[in-house]
């Protein structure tokens, strides 16, 4: 079956680019129309759309992030990517990558079926 697994650093200093990879395994992320998200949860907040690249490689970012955030995908690897820049303590978080069968109508994880097993990240000086 599909599986989903994030990887990246875990404690990054204010001012740092993050960048997380999702390693798609069972299943090609060209293939089927799914987008393949990535969704963080700030402690004690809720789960938040950071963007998907959909299956044609089309790109959508959230509304919150954008100016920040770049997502790519390897396709030759299977793997999509999540870039933030200049982060800062706000951007600590657990961080999923997902697939899921459309981009978030009311709330972040809308149409989403699969999980990465989520990474946590810490930004701290």
């Known amino acids: 079956q599909v599986q989903l697994k994030e990887s990246g650093p875990g404690l990054l200093k204010p001012s740092q680019t993050l960048s997380l990879t999702c390693t798609v395994s069972g299943g090609s992320i060209t293939s089927g129309s799914w987008y393949w998200t990535w969704i963080r949860q700030p402690p004690g907040k809720r789960q938040e759309w950071m963007g998907s690249?959909?299956?044609?490689?089309?790109?959508y970012y959230g509304p919150f992030l954008k100016s920040r955030t770049s997502i790519s995908r390897d396709t030759s690897k299977n793997q999509f990517t999540l870039q933030l820049i200049s982060v800062t303590p706000e951007d600590t978080a657990e961080y999923y990558c997902c697939r899921g069968s459309h981009l978030p109508i009311q709330v972040a994880a809308d149409g989403i079926d699969l999980w990465g097993q989520g990474t946590q990240v810490t930004v701290s000086s």
């Open positions: 690249i959909a299956y044609d490689g089309s790109i």
